[in-house]
């Protein structure tokens, strides 16, 4: 079912509010396709696309044409209304993405037109063609980054600098450990620890394509990928011998895969 309807997107108490709004300078993009849940429920069976009325343009607002946007775990549980932070309803699915500046209100000074964007906050909904959204809740992102990289910036890479930063002062040559590690947090993990000088065992479950998914952990910079089973034989022992034992565990599993990263802790 296709509805046509005009929104603004405001944010108070750090949620999104879709409403009804008429104002002065129409947008040069007059309409938005968006993927829209209206109750809390399956994605299934509550999302629904449709085309929404852009509102007329702020002095503070920028116009975005949507690059990409990814699916991730809290977007299905923010639908499912099971996340910590729930938009308002209707709301416009997904908290992450990478758009291209077409429009910017006469106010803006810290966008231009052309500029990759992406969101300050969760709930400001990038699962559209387009969106109006204030320029105080976008940030700049370079434009010669693959456009997929760009459009997950915002969640997985900053979670593992945090994991990486936050518990331990790591440096080059330590040594840290993670299960999950083919995760986009986990290949984040990877890449920036490498980029740091720190080096990383890496934890996977066995697959039949072990060798190839261990090829590209490495490629990332991955300095050693082992199987949960190998986690917990003696030849762990062997393991640490090319390398100091990890000062910091990352742990994305749960159960004895947790267990057995805290025992090779120093």
Known sequence: QNRTEEYTHTRASGQLNISRSTFSVEP?????????????GEPSQVVTLETLKLPPLRSTSVLVKMLA???????????QGTYAILPNLP???????????????????????GDWVIPRDAGLGMWQTAV??????????????PVLSAATL????CTALRML???????????????????????????IAAAKGVQTVNVVRDR????????GLKAMGATCVITEETLRRPE?????????RPKLALNGVGGKSATELLRHLQ
């Open 236 to 244: 762990m022992k062997e393991i640490f011998k090319s390398y100091p």
């Open 91 to 113: 709301a416009v699915g997904g908290n992450e993405g990478v758009g291209q500046v077409i429009e910017v209100g006469i106010e803006v000074k810290t966008i231009k037109v």
């Open 208 to 215: 039949p394509n072990l060798q190839k998914l261990t090829d």
């Open 28 to 40: 040069s993009v007059k309409e938005s396709t968006a993927l829209i849940y209206r109750c809390h």
């Open 132 to 145: 109006v959204l204030s320029a105080d809740d976008l940030v700049t992102v370079p434009s010669d980054i």
């Open 154 to 157: 915002g969640v997985n890479p």
């Open 165 to 191: 930063s936050d518990f331990e002062d790591l440096k080059p040559g330590d040594t840290v450990i993670q299960n999950a590690a083919n995760s986009a947090v986990g290949q984040a993990v990877i890449q």
């Open 69 to 79: 946007a990814p699916i991730n775990p809290s977007d299905i549980n923010m639908i």
